[in-house]
């Protein structure tokens, strides 16, 4: 049996899990390698493994978070209004299946960003695509979409991702495209998808800042209708720091 021939068949193949662990059982003494079922068994193992593995690292690359967060550093206790109930209900994805959002409101510094990222790790884990936006880059980008052409495209890759986060909502003012773009996004994604925000406004400031009666009801009713809610309380963690 030539075991580099099926050794080069396999990353051939593209199964490069089952190469690499094919590779590491011939360095075996042939006394502790394993049974043909055995080892068959041990390379699809690897193969999914690796495909795993690789599946994530793009989805968190793709995902484009401002911060490399994780849900266990987040700090949860009634006084930053976070629950460790309220987490973990989050944390298994099931909000994604439910087409839930989630809204994040608080003062600058109580953590809004990075509970959003860690979500949006969170979610990359699970192998949901995830797309993170800070609200100045989303406006830029529609105002460029729109200017090449490209705006249906941009809307459609939106679309095509299980969780969006629009991070720093209230930061600048909404112009009328960005009212109808933000309102032709969320009609997408109603009952289907998952949208993440933050914002240092209160949610009852919201209709306000959109500042478009019609517009602001049927945001706000597609955004409200069915989410989870999170007012982080306390001091900047950043004087903190």
């Known amino acids: 049996m030539n075991t580099q021939m099926t050794l080069e068949q396999l990353n051939t193949l593209k199964l490069t899990g089952m190469a690499k662990r094919y590779q590491a059982a011939l360095a075996l003494p042939s006394h502790q390698q394993e049974d043909a079922h055995s080892l068959l068994a041990l390379l699809c193992q690897a193969e999914m493994e690796y495909r795993n593995h690789y599946r994530t690292e793009r989805l968190l690359k793709n995902s484009k978070l401002r911060y490399n967060a994780i849900l266990e550093e987040v700090v949860c206790t009634p006084e930053r209004g976070l629950s460790r109930e309220m987490l973990m209900r989050l944390s298994d994805g099931m909000f994604i299946e439910k087409g839930e959002n989630v809204l994040i409101?608080?003062?600058?510094?109580?953590?809004?960003?990075?509970?959003?990222?860690?979500?949006?790790?969170?979610?990359?884990?699970?192998?949901?695509?995830?797309?993170?936006?800070a609200m100045n880059k989303f406006l830029e980008t529609l105002i460029q979409a729109k200017l090449d052409g490209s705006y249906l495209k941009w809307i459609k890759n939106i679309a095509s991702h299980q969780v969006l986060i629009l991070d720093d909502f209230g930061l600048k003012p909404l112009t009328h495209d960005a009212r109808l773009a933000l309102l032709d996004i969320l009609e997408d994604r109603y009952g289907k998808c998952a949208t993440i925000i933050t914002s240092q406004l209160p949610l009852d400031s919201w209709y306000a800042f959109i500042n478009e009666p019609t517009v602001a009801d049927a945001i706000l009713d597609r955004l409200t209708a069915s989410a989870n809610k999170i007012d982080l309380l306390g001091r900047s963690l950043r004087r903190r720091k």
Do not use: E, N, P, V
């Open 105 to 133: 409101t608080g003062a600058t510094g109580t953590g809004k960003s990075y509970l959003a990222c860690a979500l949006g790790r969170s979610c990359c884990l699970l192998g949901y695509k995830t797309l993170y936006f």
